[in-house]
C-alpha cells in the first residue's frame, strides 16, 4: 500500500494491462506514468525514478478487522462476483506465470507467499509456512530490532520495532492467536495494534513497519540478494 501524493500532486492510479516480471503495472492519469506495484518505484514516464510513499497496512480477517474498527467503509461489492476466484487455478500451479522467472531462486516454493521487509538498505522475506509455525519472530534487518506476528489460520500478520522507547524487548507467543508476552516484564502485547494490554509495560505501543505481500517469485525478482527467513 502506498500514499498517492508525489511532488505535492495526488495522483490517481490505474491497472496498465502489462507486467513487469509477472507482477502488475500500474499508470496514474495525470501523466501516463508507468509504476510497479511491488517496488511503488516509476519505470517509465515523467516521473520515471521516483518512488511512492509506503503506508502502513495489515492483512487480517473482516472479523477482527470490523471488531477494531466498526466504522469501516467497505467498498461495495456484488457477492456474485466473488463467489469463485478465477486465479484459482493459477494459485495451485507452480508456474510463476505467463512470462517466466527472471531468477530460478529455489530457497522458497515459487508460489510461496511471503511477507517482505526494506529496511536499512536490507531486503528480508519471511515465509508464511515459517511463520505460521513459529508465530513471533524477533529479528534484526537494517540495523532494525524488529518482531514478526502472525497467525497461520487466518494469515493474519504484522511487523513491528520491538524497541519503544530504545528499549529493546524480546517477544514469544501469547497465550491466544496474534498475541504476545515480552520476557522482560511479561507483559501482554495485542499484534494487530501493537498495544501493550497488561502489564507492566500496559498502554505502550511499538512502531509498525510497512511491509509487501508477495509470491516468492516476485520478491526475489525485485531483491534478488534478499534475506530468508523459513
Known amino acids: 500500500m502506498y500514499a498517492r501524493d508525489v511532488n505535492g500532486k495526488t495522483l490517481t492510479f490505474g491497472v496498465s494491462g502489462k507486467l513487469i516480471r509477472n507482477s502488475l503495472v500500474m499508470f496514474d492519469r495525470e501523466t501516463g506514468t508507468l509504476w510497479s506495484h511491488l517496488t511503488g518505484e516509476a519505470l517509465t514516464g515523467s516521473l520515471i525514478g521516483q518512488h511512492l510513499q509506503q503506508v502502513l ?21 456484488d457477492p456474485i462476483e466473488v463467489w469463485w476466484d478465477p486465479y484459482d487455478l493459477y494459485y495451485d500451479s507452480s508456474n510463476a506465470g ?38 513471533v519472530v524477533n529479528d534484526t534487518v ?30 514469544v507467543a501469547g497465550a491466544s492467536a496474534l498475541t504476545m508476552l515480552d520476557e522482560e516484564s511479561g507483559s501482554t502485547w495485542d499484534g494487530l495494534s501493537g498495544k501493550a494490554m497488561a502489564g507492566a509495560d500496559a498502554g505502550m505501543e511499538l512502531e509498525q513497519v510497512p511491509i509487501t505481500y508477495s509470491f516468492w517469485f516476485g520478491w526475489v525478482d525485485f531483491y534478488p540478494s534478499t534475506q530468508v527467513y523459513g
Not at 531462486?105 to 513459529?134: H, M, Q, T, W
Open 57 to 77: 497496512s495489515e492483512q487480517t480477517t473482516w472479523g477482527r478487522w470490523r471488531a477494531e474498527h466498526p466504522k469501516t467503509l467497505l467498498l461495495d461489492v
Open 98 to 135: 505467463v512470462v517466466g522467472r527472471k531468477r530460478n531462486d529455489n530457497r522458497l516454493p515459487v508460489k510461496e507467499k511471503v511477507i517482505g521487509v526494506r529496511l536499512g538498505g536490507e531486503a528480508k522475506a519471511y515465509s508464511f509456512k515459517a511463520l505460521a509455525r513459529d508465530g
Open 142 to 171: 537494517g540495523g532494525a530490532p524488529l518482531v514478526v506476528i502472525f497467525d497461520g489460520q487466518s494469515q493474519s500478520g504484522a511487523v513491528y520495532r520491538r524497541d519503544p522507547g530504545g528499549k529493546p524487548l524480546t517477544f
